[in-house]
């Protein structure tokens, strides 16, 4: 795949308008194609403040790694962690992000590029999805990201709250898009897919 990609993004000519217009896309791409020749993967993570960011990543890694803090918006910049699993030929990268409800403009650019250059994005909620979430969600979508949904700190609802809230967060998703939510708790991460008519888990 890096073979073909790499032929293709070779044969493409552009004019100097065209290289300054798309200067950030170009070396995204760039980016990606040395990523993609030594087989790594970025993973971050996206979400507002304090639906539990740092922790979801904390988990995957086993160790606190990420920082955490009971007050909203304690991660104040972007951070990467290499994962290390058992897999000789993969390497992957976990990008923790600020809440993009509390970054500034200029830091927006900055948040949106990271994420925007992930492979893939798991992105965080902590209950039903409000308007910017949902407006964040399809920029991802748009722009052809692969997105996992995982709500966090789901104990505080009970059984029917939960379902009403999975049932809202999947009606808000546009049709086919096909994007899987994660359940996650202290003891339990489980898997609720809307695109299917039961909403199975």
């Not at 923790?96 to 409800?101: I, S, Y």
């Not at 500034?104 to 039903?128: H, M, P, Q, Y």
Request: hydrophobic residues 35%.
């Amino acid at each position: 795949y890096y073979l073909i990609l790499k032929n293709w993004w070779g044969n493409i000519e552009l004019t100097n308008y065209e290289k300054t217009v798309f200067n950030e896309e170009i070396i995204s791409l760039n980016q990606q194609l040395i990523r993609l020749k030594e087989n790594q993967i970025r993973i971050g993570i996206f979400g507002k403040a304090g639906v539990g960011k740092s922790s979801i990543l904390n988990l995957l890694l086993k160790e606190e790694v990420f920082e955490t803090n009971i007050i909203n918006g304690s991660t104040k910049k972007i951070e990467t962690k290499e994962w290390e699993i058992n897999h000789q030929s993969l390497n992957i990268e976990l990008v923790d992000t600020p809440g993009f409800d509390i970054c500034n403009d200029k830091f927006s650019d900055t948040l949106n590029s990271k994420t925007f250059n992930s492979e893939l994005v798991l992105f965080a909620i902590a209950g039903d999805l409000n308007r910017n979430e949902v407006n964040k969600l399809n920029s991802l979508i748009n722009d052809g990201k692969k997105i996992i949904i995982i709500l966090n700190k789901i104990n505080v609802w009970n059984k029917y709250e939960l379902k009403e809230i999975l049932k809202n967060v999947g009606s808000k998703l546009p049709k086919n898009s096909n994007i899987p939510i994660i359940k996650n708790s202290e003891n339990n991460i489980s898997a609720y897919f809307p695109w299917w008519s039961n909403g199975c888990h």
